[in-house]
């Protein structure tokens, strides 16, 4: 074999090795989900407290729960998740009670989990009573320590359109589980 003829193969083995590691390594990742991506796909249902925020000088504080379930679906690099959303609150003697239907969009970045989410769907107070359309926007951050294990927080705003609600929620994130 000639020195050309050696050097070309030595090359071509060479160009076919790096070849093969880089996509036996980039198929070993789409079956390697991160912490994040792996906790943000299927079925999750969560319960957690909330506080309002006044949004006016001198307005009141209020409480309350959420119960949020969503379905996370691997699109590329991101999590996109509907889902649904109730909850109720009391703020100055008043009870605010919100069901709408959600989306959720994640961008797990190794174990980070940042997203936005949005909704719209009824909401209801009382003393006096008054009714509307819900709409939520805000987003959030979670932390992932390992597939087990995250931690976070949301902030929303949240509105019942032909009433005087209108607030942010902020509320802190637990999750156990992947």
Not at 7 to 29: K, P
Not at 69 to 91: C, E, H, Q, S, W
Not at 131 to 139: D, E, K, Q
């Amino acid at each position: 074999m000639s020195r050309h003829a050696r050097l070309g193969f030595t090359l071509l083995v060479t160009v076919a090795s790096v070849m093969g590691i880089s996509r036996n390594s980039s198929a070993q990742e789409e079956h390697e989900d991160s912490a994040a991506m792996a906790a943000n796909r299927g079925f999750k249902l969560g319960i957690g407290p909330t506080l309002l925020l006044p949004m006016r000088a001198g307005g009141p504080y209020g409480g309350g729960l959420n119960l949020e379930g969503r379905y996370g679906i691997k699109a590329g690099p991101t999590v996109l998740a509907p889902g649904g959303m109730l909850a109720g609150y009391f703020i100055s003697s008043r009870f605010i009670g919100v069901a709408m239907p959600t989306f959720r969009f994640t961008v797990p970045v190794g174990p980070l989990a940042p997203y936005v989410i949005g909704g719209v769907g009824g909401g209801w107070i009382s003393n006096p009573s008054e009714g509307g359309v819900a709409l939520l926007g805000g987003g959030g951050l979670m932390i992932h320590f390992g597939r087990v294990f995250a931690i976070g927080a949301e902030a929303t705003y949240q509105t019942i359109t032909g009433t005087d609600f209108g607030g942010v929620a902020i509320g802190p994130a637990i999750s156990f589980g992947g």
